[in-house]
């Protein structure tokens, strides 16, 4: 018989005496262990490389706000969840939030200059590490769950490697938080259904609360998620089957319901306010105005590029192709693997991550892979199905379905440390040397080289460049910049020239940039051109 508790479903990992079980089970654990400890080194090492990236100084200082003053009152397009933790390490380190009536300008405040910018960054950053490690344990017991100590082993070693992931686990951002809780309610989801218990039902609302308090898009991604498993437990169990296991839950649902609205509540500090575009005085107002300025941006849409096209409302087929160029191949390959070779044990994990990936479809909002995140806890789930069934394989084809298996488990680490610790701008070997042909913006370029463009110029003994930045405010915060002198758009000016991706890409500034091959680039973010007087 297979193990109690948080033993494997649908089939026993192993025969063998419950000594040996356990040792396996230890083994897979401590493995996993040092998988997480070596990605979350991966993850620091960039603190320093990068400067902030547009958005980060607007997170630090409304988390700021909200941990000393219970108040929320800055952009309220994010809950406060993952700002709040970002805040903790500055707060430790003596930084105090003062009343600025503007969000970026008090983040530029907050991060200063110098080795104070790098040392308040690096620890706001650092305020989003807990959600990288919770995210992984949510993967590991998982893959447990459906297959054992060897599939948890392969899927945590898939997603604490996957760039995507390392990369919005090392910035002060809401994507890791969203991954982390969107993840963990569909895990949830699954020991509810099984048995809704007061216990399971308690802790299944407060997940959910916590992933409406990571990022608004959890709203959607999770009933969207959640239906796509049904939708595969039908298939897996029968439509009869499935029906059956979903009635009597009308009770336990009304409790899920207050302990995910009591959560939500008090991460808004139990206020109470009045919500102008509903009329009403509501607790956790700022969740409401919130979710109505995320519709409103929506609706209008974003600027957006993909595939050498400009958009002013988003593309309909934007993260499928972001995904196939994000993603490292092999990846595809063991998704595939586990389609064919343990299509009931993955059906509901990626059937997770298919339901989110649907949902998005609909956004007007194409602005990065990051935005999705949360389906690389499903993704990775099914590499590890495969990942396991194929370790296990016995007979005459085994050594060399291991080998394969071995090589592009390879290739994916390879991957990603090839391109360290540009995990950001990382994309596969689909883009080749061009990725700004297929992507730009937080894909690509999200401001974060501009550190870097600096020490350049300063090599090259530069004390001015032209350039027109997508990041117009790192002087505010981080170190001076040689003087700027804004971009034409359609002739270049003599001497050092520099062209932000996003800007040449997303808004066609500057034009000459089409015309003219770089000659030299700051990671992969910006183009470099140096003309004789």
Request: proline share 7%.
């Amino acid at each position: 018989m297979c193990a109690p508790g948080l033993a494997p479903r649908n089939h026993c990992a192993s025969s063998k005496s419950p000594g040996y079980n356990r040792l396996k089970m230890k083994a897979s654990a401590g493995a996993a262990l040092a998988l997480v400890a070596i990605a979350s080194l991966r993850i620091v090492s960039t603190y320093t490389v990068f400067n902030h990236t547009i958005d980060e100084p607007d997170h630090l200082a409304a988390g700021m706000e909200m941990l000393h003053t219970g108040k929320y009152r800055y952009e309220d397009q994010h809950p406060p969840l993952a700002r709040v933790f970002a805040a903790l390490g500055p707060t430790l380190a003596g930084e105090t939030w003062h009343a600025g009536p503007d969000s970026y300008l008090e983040g530029y405040r907050i991060l200063g200059h110098g080795r104070h910018y790098e040392r308040i960054l690096a620890l706001g950053r650092a305020g989003i590490l807990p959600f990288f490690w919770i995210a992984s344990l949510v993967v590991y017991l998982w893959a447990f769950r459906i297959g054992g100590p060897a599939a948890a082993l392969g899927a945590t070693i898939i997603f604490t490697t996957l760039p995507p992931v390392l990369a919005h686990a090392g910035l002060i951002t809401t994507d890791m938080a969203l991954a982390c809780w969107t993840g963990a309610a569909g895990l949830a989801a699954l020991y509810w259904a099984e048995s809704p218990t007061r216990c399971r039902s308690l802790l299944f609302g407060i997940v959910i609360g916590l992933a409406c308090l990571s990022k608004f898009s959890a709203l959607v991604f999770l009933p969207a998620a959640w239906s796509a498993m049904f939708l595969a437990c039908a298939w897996r169990d029968g439509v009869r089957e499935a029906l059956r296991n979903a009635q009597g839950r009308s009770r336990a649902l009304w409790m899920v319901l207050a302990a995910c609205l009591l959560v939500i509540w008090a991460g808004y500090g139990f206020s109470f306010a009045r919500v102008e575009f509903l009329d009403a005085r509501l607790p956790a107002a700022r969740f409401f105005s919130g979710l109505h300025s995320v519709w409103q941006h929506n609706r209008s849409g974003h600027s957006s590029y993909l595939l050498g096209h400009r958009s002013p409302d988003g593309f309909w087929y934007y993260f499928p192709v972001v995904l196939a160029v994000k993603t490292p191949l092999p990846v595809f390959f063991l998704l595939f693997g586990a389609l064919y070779l343990v299509p009931r044990p993955a059906a509901l994990p990626i059937a997770f991550s298919a339901g989110i990936l649907l949902c998005a479809l609909g956004s007007r909002i194409d602005i990065g892979i990051r935005h999705i995140l949360p389906l690389y806890v499903g993704i990775s789930v099914g590499c590890g199905l495969a990942i396991s069934r194929v370790w296990q394989t016995a007979g005459n084809r085994a050594g060399l379905a291991k080998a394969a298996l071995g090589s592009l488990l390879f290739w994916h680490a390879a991957s990603g440390l090839w391109q360290h610790p540009q995990y950001l701008a990382y994309t596969n070997e689909l883009a080749g040397s061009h990725p700004e042909r297929w992507i730009a913006d937080s894909d690509l370029d999200w401001g974060q080289d501009m550190k870097r463009l600096n020490e350049f110029l300063v090599r090259a003994g530069a004390n001015r460049v032209t350039f027109s930045p997508f990041n117009r405010t790192y002087g505010l915060a981080g170190g001076p910049m040689p003087f700027m002198t804004p971009s034409e758009s359609e002739k270049p000016a003599p001497g050092w020239n520099a062209v932000s991706i996003t800007m040449w890409k997303v808004f066609g500034f500057p034009a000459w940039a089409d015309r003219i091959p770089p000659q030299s680039r700051i990671g992969r973010s910006i183009l470099v051109w140096y003309f004789p007087e």
